[in-house]
T-cell receptor, first 115, second 111 residues
């Protein structure tokens, strides 16, 4: 496996369910991110982790709970979501937060539908 | 004023023409600028980045940066139907990896 891998690719869940999104990167990067992409809206940064430590929480509701057990893995735990949370959730990684020219590498995303 | 602005399009160009995609940003402290391509239903993929004023060329793609005007553009020469996608401009501010994305411009290259 190379690059950034996300599972599952598609997820349908009810508002009372609890589910988790998983991301794994095989690039040796130190920083990992969660982004949300809704229709007709720019990519929205949700969380940033650097060396497993959360460095940014972009005012995300508590029904989204991130977890970063190591620099290669990132999870997004979901509970009591709302229909407006339906979106494409993208995981990304980059070499280091200190390197301004280090680009983001995205996973294939999880298409989430909340019913 | 939005931090990163792009025309949403669609921008339609004939096959073989030059496609010009534009992006403006509001934070003068921005240091690095990235262009991503996103096909429908897929994730963004990096095309190129630029951080010095002027032009940077990579194959059929040229990025142009003018920090004084807070403007960055992407030119695609000899456009192909396979270039039809949404092009995202991303700006990295100078404090950590704080990327801000524009809404994207949808490009359609007509055969």
């Amino acid at each position: 496996e190379t690059g950034v891998t996300q599972t599952p690719r598609h997820l349908v869940m009810g508002m009372t369910n609890k589910k988790s999104l998983k991301c794994e990167q095989h690039l040796g990067h130190n920083a990992m991110y969660w982004y949300k992409q809704s229709a007709k809206k720019p990519l929205e940064l949700m969380f940033v982790y650097n060396f497993k430590e959360q460095t940014e929480n972009n005012s995300v509701p508590s029904r989204f709970s991130p977890e970063c057990p190591n620099s290669s893995h990132l999870f997004l735990h979901l509970h009591t979501l709302q229909p407006e949370d339906s979106a494409l959730y993208l995981c990304a990684s980059s070499q280091d937060l200190a390197l301004d020219n280090s680009p983001l590498h995205f996973g294939n995303g999880t298409r989430l539908t909340v019913t | 004023q939005k931090e990163v602005e792009q025309n949403s399009g669609p921008l339609s160009v004939p096959e073989g023409a030059i496609a010009s995609l534009n992006c403006t940003y509001s934070d003068r402290g921005s240091q690095s600028f990235f262009w991503y391509r996103q096909y429908s239903g897929k994730s963004p993929e990096l095309i190129m980045f630029i951080y010095s004023n002027g032009d940077k060329e990579d194959g059929r793609f040229t990025a142009q940066l003018n920090k004084a005007s807070q403007y960055v553009s992407l030119l695609i020469r000899d456009s192909q139907p396979s270039d039809s996608a949404t092009y995202l401009c991303a700006v990295n501010r100078n404090y950590g990896q704080n990327f801000v994305f524009g809404p994207g411009t949808r490009l359609s290259v007509l055969p």
